[in-house]
């Protein structure tokens, strides 16, 4: 059912068994998990079923480190979160991204790609997506690409699947609208989890409502699954027991910020031959494309570089025969022949279509013609080639509190994003490989736009992706999380969410903030039983 | 002179087919070494600004004519003598397998951000030093 919170009395107290505060993937994939578990859950989503400024506006902070996108328009402060805006590329991590890799400090998951798999699989439907099933081999012969034979030193192909995309909040409303021991407090923000006086446990969580009442909810567990940022705003801003912040012993909350760092426009493949056989041009409509990625044996690779993907973006031929009968036309004004004479021929004949538009227009001036002719069904020439470097763990990226307070009075968030040079390493070794490949199998050659001497480029991006902030770790030095996700000496406190990624891989997060989800509502299950 | 998207393009064509048909004038012609070589590439003027833009980046330590003939010579395990008489075809694709093991073994060149092979960027070398003569 769905409760608003203002609607209650100030000071109420609902007693519940598990408090889940956050509604997007993890959330409500958490909630619904749960529903006939045989115990009340409540969820605390801070806005309503749509957008509003006003609630939106808490999300707002400030940039103190590489710029990346505004924190009040990366996300969303309403039902569904930012589900409701993501794009619904899913893949889960490679195996090798649960591993210790030699160059990566602090890598390595405290549980196994195969704990997850069956998660994953879960995690499918959910978001509306087909098999759980990501081999090149598998998909060629569905959909009829052709895999190349990379070298596995050095490239693969990684198979992306396209959810819908899932709104959770549109999709799962009814759902946990008719779950009977399922509350969804709208418009309720958790302002503070407040422990006992060890900090061992959560005794309450306090909500506060914009211009509305307080209240609070005592809960036998309560899972943070907030966000990759707002998780751990919400440990720091916890600190009436532990200064620093609740779960924060060892200065770990907040650091290790991750988002996946995109470079636009790193290089531009052209092809020898036009339509070469890639699996990285997807056609629109196909539940699935491939890009081209890093590899298990360049990961275990001691030379310093983190996981990529290369992303090819089609560029068509268009007007290869009017040049062509440019080039004709000028030869034969100087009364000789062009080199490669039938070459040029072939070009005319070929996109006639294309020289009875050009001249039409050229010769009417009017800006369309009987013999347009669409330039995406051109033969594909070349490829643009955008490049997304997995973000390593470095404990100076990090979220921290402002002195910027929002209306309900609470400390805003300032971001320190850093990159260093394991990503800068990466992103020259993703360029170099995909040349060494294109010219290796005789497909084409590639050009690679340089980073700058230091700093990085203008037009770097980040990829909505934040991640890392509440780290998992079996050590508590070196994690804010357990393997099971619950805040190491914090009994009754969970986490869900990007935020306790140890490492992000080079996949986008959702598929396995999910998965992660769901194998926290078993360990919920057991708990409570 | 830098390389253009379009010399590229037809350097990196080196198939069969380039370069199969030419105007009267260049087939009555006759070819030197040199002139066989890089029309094993199918693109003469491209290969002159590739060649020309490695070269400066070389700067005064670049290598001689004489070095780069004898580097491409090796890599394609020929003598003068057989690239003279070489069937055309048969060159090409034994200049093309070439490029293949350099792209393998990571043999390559930074042209003006463009990754080439070593034994193309030395073939496009040599077209630069000799444009003068072969024009």
């Known amino acids: ?96 991204d649960f591993e210790r890799r030699p160059a990566i400090p602090l890598s390595g998951w405290p549980l196994r790609r195969t704990d997850l798999v069956p998660y994953y699989e879960q995690a499918q439907p959910l978001c509306q997506l087909g098999p759980f099933e990501y081999d090149p081999g598998f998909w060629s012969a569905q959909i009829g690409h052709i895999d190349q034979p990379f070298d596995p030193a050095r490239l693969k192909t990684a198979i992306f699947q396209l959810s819908p995309p899932t709104r959770f909040g549109q999709v799962y409303r009814d759902a946990l609208r008719q779950a009977e021991t399922v509350s969804v407090y709208l418009n309720a923000n958790a302002v503070d989890l407040t422990a006992n006086p060890t900090a061992s446990t959560v005794d309450v969580v306090k909500v506060a409502c914009l211009g509305g009442p307080t209240f609070s909810l005592r809960s036998q567990f309560v899972v943070l699954a907030a966000g990759g940022l707002e998780n751990a ?290 360990e919920l299950r057991r708990q409570m039983a | 002179m830098r390389p253009t998207r379009r010399d590229i393009i037809r350097l990196a064509g080196t198939g069969l087919t380039a370069g199969a048909f030419q105007s009267a004038s260049a087939a009555a012609s006759t070819q030197s070494q040199t002139e066989k070589l890089i029309r094993l590439l199918g693109a003469p003027r491209s290969a002159e600004a590739s060649g020309q833009v490695y070269l400066i980046a070389q700067g005064s330590t670049g290598p001689t004519l004489a070095a780069l003939w004898s580097g491409v010579l090796g890599a394609l395990q020929l003598d003068a003598a057989a690239l003279q008489r070489g069937d055309r075809n048969a060159l090409k694709r034994r200049l093309r397998a070439r490029i293949r093991q350099d792209f393998a073994e990571r043999n390559v060149v930074n042209v003006d951000g463009w990754i080439l092979s070593r034994v193309e960027t030395e073939i496009c070398a040599i077209a630069c030093l000799t444009a003068e003569s072969r024009s």
Not at chain 1, 297 to 304: I, P, V, Y
């Open chain 1, 233 to 522: 705003r919400i440990l720091l801003l916890s600190n009436g027991v532990q200064p620093a912040g609740l779960g924060n012993t060892h200065d770990l909350v907040g650091r290790y910020f991750m988002d996946h760092a995109f470079f636009p426009w790193g290089g531009v493949a052209h092809f020898a031959a036009p339509n070469p056989p890639l699996a990285h041009l997807g056609r629109p409509g196909e539940p699935v494309f491939g890009t081209l990625a890093s590899t298990a044996q360049a990961a275990s690779d001691a030379n310093g570089t983190a996981g990529f993907q290369i992303l090819m973006t089609d560029m068509y031929r268009v007007v290869e025969g009017v040049e062509s009968l440019k080039t004709v036309a000028d030869a034969l004004a100087h009364f000789s022949l062009p080199e490669h004479l039938w070459e040029h021929l072939g070009n005319i004949l070929q996109d006639s279509d294309a020289i009875a538009d050009s001249l039409y227009r050229t010769l009417t001036g009017r800006l369309t013609s009987p013999f347009t002719s669409d330039p995406t069904a051109g033969p594909v020439v070349g490829a643009r080639m955008d490049v997304l470097v997995e973000h390593t763990p470095n404990p100076a990226s990090r979220v921290l509190l402002s002195h910027d307070r929002d209306a309900l009075g609470q400390n805003r968030i300032a971001l320190d994003w850093r990159l260093g040079e394991i990503e800068r390493r990466t992103y020259q070794r993703a360029l170099e490989s995909v040349a060494l490949e294109l010219g290796r199998l005789g497909i084409g050659r590639v050009h690679v736009k340089a980073l700058p001497d230091t700093g990085w480029p203008q037009n770097l991006l980040g990829t909505y992706h934040p991640s890392g902030t509440t780290r998992m770790s079996d050590d508590p030095k070196t994690g804010v999380v357990d393997a099971s996700c619950r805040v190491h000496g914090v009994s009754n406190l969970y986490v869900a969410g990007s935020s306790v990624f140890p490492t992000v891989g080079y996949a986008n997060p959702t598929l396995t903030i999910v998965a992660l989800a769901l194998r926290l509502a078993d």
């Open chain 1, 1 to 96: 059912m769905f409760i608003d919170a203002r609607s209650l009395s100030q000071n109420t107290v609902v007693e519940t068994g598990v408090c889940i505060i956050g509604t997007g993937a993890a959330g409500i994939t958490l909630a619904l998990s749960l529903r006939n578990a045989g115990f009340p859950v409540a969820v605390l989503e801070s806005g309503t079923f749509d957008f509003d400024p006003a609630t939106q506006n808490l999300y707002a902070g400030q940039m103190v480190g590489i710029p990346n996108y505004p924190l009040d328009s990366s996300r969303l402060r309403f039902f569904g979160g930012t589900t409701n805006a993501w794009a619904g590329t899913c893949r889960p991590l490679d195996p090798e």
